[in-house]
């Protein structure tokens, strides 16, 4: 293999792929695939977004609203030759999930015509996942019946909270008497349905956070997903902040809502599989999951990241310059890295520990794993049963779940689990987990 670029390195020529791109899981085995595609428009950019978005339409030059299929098709056919030339292993997408952005600003049938170019460049699995995101009122109900028709199984709606001086707060569009009527539009198509929150917004009581919280509850969705509110620098509502307009979010108030919603999602049959998901049994979100587990995905679209192997890579952000380097024939990367042992490992762990199942402790690092006949551990970081967990980290898992922040039974057999309070300290378990 070839050294490492360094960080950000552009790609050499119109896009090679490292040959790390094709390293294997640790099993030898390919990882499934995931696709993700940007689309980058919204009706309104919201005050607390810094995601890559744009509200103007008509751009030009390949990078307009009406042009994005078309320049689309040839990113992802560049995709595919870049692939197979780094000896990728031909495999089916397992999941698709249309984000932005406002995928739905698009037409449906320009969605289903996205799918149609996914399904060329890759092929989809029988039983794939397609998701896209939608704003409750950039959809109608005859959209949604032509997404499902077109072979999308779920969308996912941001309702972000149910109370209007909470919407107004972060600049949403949609009136909320709208979000259980494009649910049931969309239960009615056949399709899957999922509910996005947000807590902690200036403002925002712990009676509206209950509120919202009873009132996705009463929808009835598939899935449901709580994100704390994180003000970012550089964001219209960071200024609102600096200058004293609204209040910073705080840390306690957060916390409380997290555990409020964990209960009341609880109470009502949803299960928490990742820390900011809860899902009706049977209903997790695969492509979630994906980005968890470790799995390949290849991101298409104005600033997506792609990650294949132990490469990591993100496309040109502008759509302008976006659809310039497609049309010159280079593929859109306007960076990547190739990550060593320690950071992969890093990286695991950090993504891995979210997941509700946790991850296992045998092997755990680069100095564990040379240590793998160790001892577990119990509540009190006694050595208990060899063979699970490395000796190196009986002590930091006995403080862990000395301290509530893992499952002691879990710790027993061998697995790092988050307890609820663990959850909120997911950061703090990780560098302790990897000696950081």
């Not at 960080?7 to 696709?35: I, K, N, T, Y």
């Not at 077109?150 to 709606?157: A, D, K, L, N, Q």
């Not at 009676?207 to 964001?235: C, Q």
Request: charged content about 20%.
């Amino acid at each position: 293999m070839s050294p490492a670029q360094p960080l950000g390195a552009p790609l050499p020529g119109l896009g090679a792929l490292p040959a790390q791109a094709a390293s294997p899981a640790p099993d030898g085995q390919a990882r499934p695939l995931s696709v993700y595609v940007h689309v980058p428009y919204c009706r309104v950019r919201c005050g607390y977004c810094d995601f890559n978005t744009y509200t103007n339409l008509a751009m030009g030059q390949g990078a307009s609203a009406k042009d994005f299929v078309t320049t689309l098709a040839g990113e992802l056919e560049l995709s595919r030759s870049a692939m197979e030339a780094a000896g990728l292993p031909a495999r089916q997408a397992s999941t698709v999930f249309l984000g932005g952005g406002t995928p739905t600003m698009l037409p449906a049938g320009d969605l289903v015509d996205i799918l149609g170019l996914v399904r060329q460049c890759f092929s989809l699995a029988d039983d794939a996942e397609v998701t896209t995101e939608a704003n409750p009122d950039s959809i109608d109900e005859a959209g949604l019946a032509q997404l499902a028709k077109g072979g999308f199984t779920r969308v996912s709606f941001g309702m972000q909270s149910a109370v209007p001086h909470v919407l107004e707060v972060l600049e949403r569009t949609h009136e909320p008497a709208r979000v259980p009527r494009v649910v049931e539009w969309a239960r009615r198509a056949g399709l899957e349905t999922s509910l996005d929150l947000i807590y902690g917004s200036p403002g925002e009581s712990m009676d509206d956070w209950r509120r919202s919280l009873e009132a996705a509850i009463e929808i009835g969705p598939d899935h449901i997903s709580a994100y704390a509110l994180v003000i970012e620098e550089g964001t219209r509502m960071w200024g609102q902040v600096a200058r004293g307009e609204l209040p910073m979010p705080e840390d306690d108030d957060e916390a409380a809502k997290y555990e409020m919603a964990d209960a009341a999602l609880g109470r009502a049959g949803y299960e928490w599989y990742e820390i900011s998901n809860w899902s009706l049994p049977g209903r997790r979100c695969r492509h979630n999951r994906a980005y968890w587990q470790d799995w390949d995905w290849w991101g298409a679209g104005p600033g997506a990241h792609s990650h294949l192997g132990d490469v990591r890579l993100w496309n040109t952000k502008h759509p302008v310059a976006w659809a310039g380097q497609i049309r010159a024939g280079a593929l859109p990367v306007a960076g990547h890295e190739v990550i060593d042992a320690r950071s992969r490992e890093l990286e695991r762990v950090m993504l891995g520990i979210r997941l509700r199942e946790g991850i296992a402790l045998a092997g755990l690092g680069q100095a564990g794993a040379a240590e793998a006949d160790g001892a577990a551990v119990s509540s009190e970081g006694s050595h208990r049963t060899p063979g699970r967990t490395p000796r190196r980290l009986v002590p930091v898992v006995g403080r862990l779940v000395a301290d509530g922040l893992l499952e002691g039974e879990a710790a027993l057999h061998g697995r790092a689990v988050l307890t609820l309070r663990g959850r909120l300290m997911a950061d703090t378990v990780t560098r302790a987990l990897v000696g950081d």
